[in-house]
């Protein structure tokens, strides 16, 4: 992002419906910036050339919805804008799978702006196909198929707030192999070398938070060695991750359901960084989700 704080940053937030533009916005306007939903993109340059000298970033969001929408004349007027010495143009394109796209919908009973009274499906394809010319054009393009409503909060936050001083902020996450890997992880950390409480009938339904599972895996053996390794190796790179003035920092435990080894690992690094003076949030992913045999294989 621009260090000139004179110049207007401009950020286009465009995608297909239902892949997380609300989101998006949501967060930028957290962040700072002010932000529009459906604006009519052709008039963008009446609202420039304000008198500020430091001007507030502005964050667009439109799509097949925003009133008198046609990508090859917003794709032109973009093209204009960006040639100006006063603006930071970027565009940013938010996709997702047609499958996930079609469970969303279909979980939310919301219909598709471009479905009207043909099936979901029919309506994802032929919003697809309209706004390609954008997504091939975008400077920016994220696909969050694979992601939550959290994930993509980080991602934003990650790209677009960033400033020069801020403390690193450390989130230290739990998660199950077998429900899907982490998109957003820095340093990851595999535990299912650890005996599995999961086949233990006292355990199984308890969790890594509970402490006859924390006194179940530090029983094994390898847990006391491995973990004294993995504490020294985040105590030597933090410091190293926020010299590079990185604003923020994902570290992920994984097992195989996402329920014992990696939680009670994960309270167990975020305690060691505590006492070194840092401050992580800790989030456990699939802390809910229900035992199951066929899934714990490891």
């Known amino acids: 992002m621009t260090t000139d704080p004179s110049l207007q940053r401009i950020l286009l937030v465009t ?4 892949a997380g533009k609300s989101t998006a916005l949501q967060v930028l306007e957290d962040l ?6 459906n604006f009519p993109v052709r008039l963008l340059g009446s609202m420039l050339g304000g008198d500020s000298d430091h001007p507030a970033p502005l964050a667009i969001g439109f799509d097949s919805r925003t009133r008198g929408f046609v990508p090859a004349e917003t794709i032109e007027l973009c ?3 960006a040639k100006r010495s006063d603006v930071e143009l970027t565009t940013m394109f938010i996709d ?13 009973r919301r219909p598709h702006p471009m479905a009207r009274e043909r099936p979901v499906a029919a309506g994802i394809k032929a919003e697809r196909e309209l706004l390609g010319p954008l997504r091939q054009w975008a400077d920016i393009v994220l696909d969050t198929s694979d992601y939550t409503s959290g994930d993509l909060q980080q991602v934003v936050r990650e790209r677009f707030g960033r400033s020069g001083g801020r403390e690193m902020t450390i989130t230290v ?12 992880a820095d340093l990851m950390f595999d535990m299912r070398f650890l005996d599995n409480p999961h086949w233990v009938p006292d355990l199984r339904d308890q969790t890594g938070l509970d402490r006859a599972v924390g006194e ?3 029983g094994d053996p390898a847990f006391a060695p491995a973990f004294a390794r993995i504490s020294e190796t985040l105590l030597e790179l933090l410091p190293r991750y926020a010299a590079q003035d990185r604003s923020y920092l994902n570290i992920a435990f994984g097992c195989t359901g996402g329920r014992h080894r990696s939680v009670y ?6 305690e060691v960084l505590r006492e070194a003076g840092f401050s992580p949030t800790v989030i456990h992913r699939n802390l809910g989700s229900r035992p199951a045999d066929p899934l714990e294989r490891g």
């Open 96 to 108: 997702c799978s047609a499958a996930e796209l079609e469970r969303r919908y279909n979980e939310t």
């Open 79 to 81: 093209e204009q804008l």
């Open 15 to 18: 995608g297909l419906s239902g």
């Open 32 to 37: 700072g910036w002010e932000t529009i939903d």
């Open 265 to 270: 690992s994960a309270e167990a690094a975020a």
């Open 173 to 184: 996450s739990s998660f199950g192999f077998a429900r899907g890997m982490p998109p957003l």
């Open 216 to 218: 179940h895996i530090e």
